[in-house]
């Protein structure tokens, strides 16, 4: 991830890392805090989701052969809209719904997207328009698992003027640094944005 430096800290187990220009104090603090923590004056948060996930592709016996149950899931989460989900094409999924894969390219791309509306108030560029075309490359290993290689985000941005544009287009680096999800994952999440004025 850009932002960091090789120091790390660590404590039972868990490896954190220390942004550039963060001091050793300052991460042993939040290492050390109990929630609700306050550091440099900032309240640290600390947020719980909850979702249901509910097998709907028993077709009357169950997973008695591979090829014997569809792979219909339900998401659920209290007061949202369902998304109906399943497993990607290769692995005999439904076509038409949301999958796995699908879903953490899409959490990449929104999240980025949410970081860098804010990023960009902060340095007083105006966004008026914002389309990702995010790619994901997931590789299968042979024994059965496999994992993402890379998402690569294609943000096309529009601005407000054309004196907006260079702002606009680092703000995408901070927006990266802030993303939960990207900090979150262990592969390459590239981001190649082009900034217009409309």
């Known amino acids: 991830m850009t932002g960091f430096d090789e120091s ?4 039972d187990g868990q490896f954190h890392r220390i942004r550039n220009g963060e001091s050793l104090e300052h991460v042993l603090q939040l290492m050390t805090c109990q929630a609700p923590c306050q550091t440099d004056g900032m309240p640290l948060g600390e947020h719980h989701y909850a979702l249901t996930t509910t097998w709907t592709g028993n077709v009357g016996t169950g997973t008695s052969g591979y090829r014997d149950y569809r792979r219909d899931v339900t998401l659920q989460v ?8 399943s497993s990607d094409k290769p692995f005999r999924g439904d076509t038409s719904r949301w999958n796995p894969e699908d879903l953490l390219v899409a959490a990449l791309s929104e999240c980025h997207l949410l970081s860098y509306l804010h990023a960009c108030v902060t340095v007083g560029a105006v966004v008026t328009s914002y389309r990702d075309e995010a790619t994901g490359v997931m590789r299968e290993d042979g024994r059965g698992g496999g994992a993402f290689a890379e998402v690569v985000l294609r943000p096309q941005v529009t601005v407000a003027d054309a004196s907006m544009v260079e702002a606009a287009t680092q703000a995408h680096h901070q927006a990266h640094e802030w993303c939960f999800i990207a900090n979150s994952v262990n592969f390459p999440v590239r981001v190649e944005p082009v900034v217009a004025v409309g």
């Not at 790390?8 to 404590?11: I, T, Y």
């Open 78 to 85: 209290e007061g949202k809209p369902d998304v109906l989900a």
């Open 8 to 11: 790390a800290a660590f404590d």
